[in-house]
């Protein structure tokens, strides 16, 4: 089984994120994206959003646009216990060598240190975590 530091290099080729630094958080149960606007809309009958992000820490002018289907919504509970419906969709996730498929909940995350955090149902079965360590995994260029 692969080892992960407590933050690690992912890429989200689906939607067009070729580099974003995530925490691994063994804390929380499902992945998160930062997304400071979300614009739902429907395709070939389907729920759709349109998600914004700022991909990168400390830096709020750099903004990608990208689509996704929307799987559901659902209420998650964050660190602070406050409760937040979110939009959860389903994409490629590239980390450490391994792609597979996982779920990602969307939420603001400009005052967080991170704009992604990679949860235990992603982790399952895939990765250990070293909480010494960091960076364990290739930056993607």
Not at 13 to 31: F, Q, R
Not at 38 to 58: D, T
Not at 87 to 102: C, N, P, R, S, W
Request: proline content about 4%; overall charge neutral; hydrophobic content about 35%.
């Amino acid at each position: 089984m692969q080892t992960l530091g407590w933050r690690e290099w992912a890429a989200l080729p689906d939607l067009g994120i070729e580099n974003i630094k995530m925490k691994v958080d063994t804390g929380a149960k499902t992945s998160c994206l930062h997304a400071f606007k979300l614009e739902p809309f429907e395709k070939a009958g389907q729920q759709w959003v349109r998600i914004h992000l700022h991909p990168h820490q400390n830096d709020n002018q750099t903004e990608l646009v990208c689509e996704a289907p929307v799987l559901e919504q659902r209420t998650v509970r964050d660190s602070g216990g406050h409760e937040e419906l979110r939009y959860v969709i389903e994409t490629t996730l590239d980390i450490a060598g391994k792609q597979f498929t996982g779920e990602l909940t969307l939420t603001n995350r400009d005052s967080m240190r991170f704009r992604m955090l990679l949860g235990r149902q992603a982790m399952e079965g895939r990765f250990i975590v070293d909480p010494q360590k960091s960076y364990l995994s290739k930056r993607f260029d």
